[in-house]
């Protein structure tokens, strides 16, 4: 029988759902709740089979196995919890919430009613990440001491200053709402987490920008195009824009494994470099995409040199590298058996929790601050896979 999922926001992200719906091969989509007409009509349009509502107690009370949120951010925990307490398995977008605490409270929710939570962290699935997750774990570089990122966020101008994404009360900052994929990355390679951070940053661009309007109820595909260039000549921007367009965090991770992460909004290029330093070794990405290149060096040389061994990023098709029809084959799998898996709720948390208070840090005096661990109670049940309890 087919797993009954509802959606909960049909905006951008919402195209994820078209890789969970499967009718007659597992899982289909049922219900959708989105609160604006457009969202609606989309979704009616898409699934004509599927109860279309703006109320999600209505999506909650039908006969559902799943909840899929895809809603803004900063509502995440407004609808996965309520969807945990209904006896859903959840899958939420990432980042998990725009503040700790709502982080926590959907953990907390997980734990104690002992319904299912998946967070979409796709790039754990990336192929250039688990390329260099495996040359890794194969110790080809020894113990990792050191983990640096570049992200060139050429789309930046499009993707994040012309909607809600610009307004700090709603997404933070971009340290949060983009850094915390590449964290969670960070995390991961190393194999630890953050547990101090320090950051700088600047509204150096798109600030200066008199351009601007109100494109509530567009999409990000309504404007998206290429041709925005350069920077400087961006129209229609966010009527506010009070977060960062460059920033850049220090961490300090458990085990003194030490990380940078630095990001713009601006560049011509959209691509993420890596670079993990090991006690043998090193490796770097060159392009993130099929086909690019991971180089590993493994002997000393006097200057610079080609690498020991050169790693094609393997081909795949689909969103983010193949990434996202893998994750949702993963979540749909972890919702009828449970079981590991490579994404982990601590875990995007964690990078959250990073990306929140390195904003502190920037938005203060680029101090160095701490990192508020997870409740050990909560952690342990997650690094357990989840095990099913009893409400409490």
């Given at each position: 029988?087919?797993?009954?999922?509802?959606?909960?926001?049909?905006?951008?992200?919402?195209?994820?759902?078209?890789?969970?719906?499967?009718?007659?091969?597992?899982?289909?989509?049922?219900?959708?709740?989105?609160?604006?007409?457009?969202?609606?009509?989309?979704?009616?349009?898409?699934?004509?089979?599927?109860?279309?509502?703006?109320?999600?107690?209505?999506?909650?009370?039908?006969?559902?196995?799943?909840?899929?949120?895809?809603?803004?951010?900063?509502?995440?925990?407004?609808?996965?919890?309520?969807?945990?307490?209904?006896?859903?398995?959840?899958?939420?977008?990432?980042?998990?919430?725009?503040?700790?605490?709502?982080?926590?409270?959907?953990?907390?929710?997980?734990?104690?009613?002992?319904?299912?939570?998946?967070?979409?962290?796709?790039?754990?699935?990336?192929?250039?990440?688990?390329?260099?997750?495996?040359?890794?774990?194969?110790?080809?570089?020894?113990?990792?001491?050191?983990?640096?990122c570049r992200h060139f966020v050429g789309h930046g101008?499009?993707?994040?200053?012309?909607?809600?994404?610009?307004?700090?009360?709603?997404?933070?900052?971009?340290?949060?709402?983009?850094?915390?994929?590449?964290?969670?990355?960070?995390?991961?390679?190393?194999?630890?987490?953050?547990?101090?951070?320090?950051?700088?940053?600047?509204?150096?661009?798109?600030?200066?920008?008199?351009?601007?309007?109100?494109?509530?109820?567009?999409?990000?595909?309504?404007?998206?195009?290429?041709?925005?260039?350069?920077?400087?000549?961006?129209?229609?921007?966010?009527?506010?824009?009070?977060?960062?367009?460059?920033?850049?965090?220090?961490?300090?991770?458990?085990?003194?494994?030490?990380?940078?992460?630095?990001?713009?909004?601006?560049?011509?290029?959209?691509?993420?470099?890596?670079?993990?330093?090991?006690?043998?070794?090193?490796?770097?990405?060159?392009?993130?995409?099929?086909?690019?290149?991971?180089?590993?060096?493994?002997?000393?040389?006097?200057?610079?040199?080609?690498?020991?061994?050169?790693?094609?990023?393997?081909?795949?098709?689909?969103?983010?590298?193949?990434?996202?029809?893998?994750?949702?084959?993963?979540?749909?799998?972890?919702?009828?058996?449970?079981?590991?898996?490579?994404?982990?709720?601590?875990?995007?948390?964690?990078?959250?929790?990073?990306?929140?208070?390195?904003?502190?840090?920037?938005?203060?005096?680029?101090?160095?601050?701490?990192?508020?661990?997870?409740?050990?109670?909560?952690?342990?049940?997650?690094?357990?896979?989840?095990?099913?309890?009893?409400?409490?």
């Amino acid at each position: 029988m087919d797993l009954r999922i509802g959606i909960i926001g049909h905006g951008m992200r919402a195209s994820l759902a078209r890789e969970a719906h499967r009718p007659g091969e597992g899982s289909r989509v049922v219900a959708v709740c989105d609160v604006t007409e457009r969202g609606r009509v989309a979704a009616a349009s898409r699934y004509p089979d599927a109860t279309i509502t703006a109320d999600l107690d209505e999506l909650l009370s039908l006969d559902l196995d799943v909840a899929m949120v895809f809603t803004p951010d900063d509502v995440h925990a407004r609808t996965a919890i309520p969807a945990l307490e209904a006896g859903l398995t959840v899958f939420s977008e990432k980042p998990l919430a725009t503040s700790i605490a709502d982080c926590d409270a959907i953990l907390a929710a997980a734990y104690r009613t002992g319904s299912r939570l998946y967070v979409g962290h796709n790039m754990r699935h990336m192929p250039v990440i688990t390329l260099m997750r495996d040359i890794i774990s194969r110790g080809t570089i020894g113990e990792v001491k050191a983990v640096w990122c570049r992200h060139f966020v050429g789309h930046g101008g499009d993707y994040y200053f012309k909607d809600w994404h610009a307004e700090r009360d709603k997404s933070v900052g971009m340290l949060l709402q983009k850094g915390a994929h590449d964290i969670d990355v960070i995390h991961w390679l190393a194999g630890r987490y953050s547990q101090q951070v320090q950051a700088m940053g600047e509204l150096s661009v798109y600030g200066d920008i008199t351009d601007r309007r109100d494109r509530s109820g567009e999409l990000m595909g309504d404007w998206f195009s290429l041709d925005n260039w350069p920077p400087t000549e961006q129209t229609g921007l966010n009527p506010v824009i009070d977060i960062e367009d460059i920033s850049q965090v220090n961490m300090r991770l458990g085990d003194g494994v030490l990380a940078s992460y630095e990001q713009c909004h601006f560049t011509p290029d959209y691509w993420r470099n890596y670079t993990v330093i090991g006690t043998h070794g090193r490796l770097e990405n060159f392009g993130d995409e099929s086909g690019s290149e991971v180089g590993v060096w493994t002997h000393r040389l006097r200057t610079s040199g080609s690498p020991d061994e050169t790693h094609i990023v393997p081909e795949a098709e689909g969103g983010h590298g193949g990434a996202d029809a893998l994750m949702v084959a993963e979540f749909l799998r972890f919702a009828r058996e449970g079981g590991e898996t490579t994404t982990s709720p601590v875990a995007a948390r964690n990078a959250v929790a990073t990306g929140v208070i390195a904003t502190q840090s920037l938005r203060g005096a680029g101090e160095t601050l701490a990192i508020p661990p997870v409740d050990a109670a909560v952690a342990a049940y997650f690094d357990a896979g989840q095990p099913s309890r009893q409400a409490q």
